[in-house]
């Protein structure tokens, strides 16, 4: 499975973006998409996941802010991210996992993409 993330960029506070990710190659068991981000302490921490069904779920930081959606026939996952403050301002990665109930059995990875929002 391959992830190709784009959208990042330099916005300001109150701003949006729009983050995009599209998956190919062996994407027949893959159930959720969805995007992290890098936290302070370098860990990565959900943003948000996608099921192929549209369930959702949201770091309680951007609820409220943030819309994931996916469009299935394009293998392709967007965060819509409005009223951006500067915590927000990471670098976010796209994943892909195959899960069985809450459990990951696979997880890819896309490269980062920057979110810089200044103040």
């Known amino acids: 499975v391959q992830l190709q993330a784009s959208g990042g960029g330099l916005v300001q506070a109150g701003g949006y973006l729009r983050l995009s990710c599209a998956a190919s190659?062996?994407?027949?068991?893959?159930?959720?998409m969805g995007w992290y981000r890098r936290g302070l302490g370098k860990q990565r921490e959900l943003v948000a996941s996608?099921?192929?069904?549209?369930?959702?779920d949201y770091a309680d930081s951007v609820k409220g802010r943030f819309t994931i959606s996916r469009d299935n026939a394009k293998n392709t996952v967007y965060l819509q991210m409005n009223s951006l403050k500067p915590e927000d301002t990471t670098v976010y990665y796209c994943?892909?996992?195959?899960?069985?109930?809450?459990?990951?059995?696979?997880?890819?990875w896309g490269q980062g993409t920057l979110v810089t929002v200044s103040s």
């Open positions: 190659g062996s994407i027949s068991s893959i159930n959720y």
């Open positions: 994943h892909a996992d195959q899960r069985s109930g809450t459990v990951a059995l696979r997880r890819y």
């Open positions: 996608i099921s192929t069904t549209g369930q959702a």
